[in-house]
């Protein structure tokens, strides 16, 4: 059997973002690396939609930017401008493709199925999947997404709307989500903030054709893409070995109170190339401990109130857009924090903090 250098189990998100970093900073020029990855073939499964905080490798596999975004709830509306961090979506299909390519160029590395298929003695490991089923009673952000296109200009291709929480809330957290691509084309979201085990909240494609029909005006339509998915909101007991390094979802790289992962994984990903050479020495990359300690007492309030919650996270937006964007992407100052945290009903955090 084969030795590698470097193995990666599981050839995703995070696995083929750390590849294409090695390769890219040619780091596996004198090294191998193997990706351990089951899936049959790679196509469009996802949408990674986030903030623009800091520049990244994969621009060209962006369908679109915007400078504007809303929140809402059934009362009111909020809108907000930034030019200095677009939010951006990259289409998944693109991204694989970019970098499959890029890898197949080098045959220092390659594929395979299954761990047993090689020697992992002596081999770096880095580890995107959770091996254990994770825990269905505890906080998840759970969704399906479609994309649609009608025959007539109806969408308003500037804006986003990043919470639409008027619809009906089944005492859990529940929004829509809307990025137009175009005027005639459009990602639209259900989304939940809840446990996984009520299957009453899946009806998402009843969810989703109400929403479309009663709360967009939209009567005629195709679905070109549907994407589904759950991300846990809570922290999987998984630990770094001294042999393994957890990346990816597995290695806590999403934000828990938002899902959002992606440009966490580049970071992360920059990080380890970085210190490839001594990664085993070198301090584990975090999204850093005041973003641990701030998700956990705010989703500890939402699970316990989750009626508040569509005023909380509008109250949250009514700050300036370059504070708001940068709490949420990890890169917030204390002053940011301060301003942030100030929007809070203070006695609600306050219990949560202390319980
Ligand atoms: C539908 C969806 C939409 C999302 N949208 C956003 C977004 O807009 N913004 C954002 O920041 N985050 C988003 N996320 C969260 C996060 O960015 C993604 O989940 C991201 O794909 C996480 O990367 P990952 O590498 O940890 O996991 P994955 O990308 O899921 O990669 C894990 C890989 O491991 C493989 N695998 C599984 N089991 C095995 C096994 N036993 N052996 C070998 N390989 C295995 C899988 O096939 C997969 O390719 C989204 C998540 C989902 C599910």
């Not at 549907?226 to 999403?254: D, R, V």
């Amino acid at each position: 059997m084969k030795e590698f250098d470097y193995i990666i189990i599981g050839g995703g998100c995070a696995g083929l973002s750390l590849a294409y970093e090695l390769e890219i900073n040619d780091k596996l020029k004198d090294k191998t690396l193997a990706i351990i990855e089951t899936r049959e073939e790679y196509k469009r499964d996802k949408t990674w939609s986030f903030w623009k905080v800091f520049d990244h490798n994969f621009d060209d596999c962006v369908i679109k930017n915007w400078n504007n975004f809303t929140i809402n709830t059934s009362e009111n509306l909020h809108e907000l401008s930034n030019k200095e961090f677009p939010y951006q979506s990259i289409d998944s299909g693109k991204f694989y493709k970019k970098i499959n390519s890029k890898l197949s160029t080098n045959s220092n590395i390659s594929f395979f199925k299954g761990l047993n298929e090689i020697k992992t003695e002596n081999s770096i490991i880095f580890n995107s999947i959770f091996e254990k089923e994770l825990d269905k009673s505890e906080l998840w952000q759970h969704f399906q997404g479609i994309e649609i296109e009608t025959p007539k200009n109806i969408f308003d291709e500037d804006i986003i709307n990043l919470m639409d929480f008027n619809c009906d809330q089944r005492n859990d957290v529940h929004f829509f989500y809307t990025l137009p691509f175009s005027k005639n084309r459009a990602l639209i979201e259900t989304t939940w903030l809840s446990g996984l085990e009520d299957q009453s909240l899946r009806d998402y494609d009843l969810q989703l054709e109400n929403y479309i029909e009663n709360n967009l005006g939209i009567k005629n339509y195709k679905i070109n893409f549907t994407e589904k998915g759950a991300i846990p909101l809570f922290s999987p007991s998984l630990k770094n070995s001294n042999k393994i390094i957890n990346i990816g979802s597995a290695g806590g790289m999403t934000r828990l109170s938002t899902g959002y992962t992606f440009l966490n994984i580049q970071e992360h990903s920059r990080y380890i190339v970085k210190n490839i050479d001594n990664i085993y020495d070198a301090k584990t990359f975090s999204l850093g401990k005041k973003y641990h300690f701030l998700d956990k007492v705010f989703l500890k309030v939402l699970k316990k109130h989750p009626k508040k919650m569509p005023q909380i996270f509008f109250n949250m937006f009514k700050t300036s857009s370059n504070t708001i964007i940068k709490f949420l992407s990890n890169k917030s100052n204390i002053f940011e924090d301060i301003n942030i945290i100030s929007k809070m009903p203070k006695l609600i955090f306050l219990r949560a903090l202390l319980n």
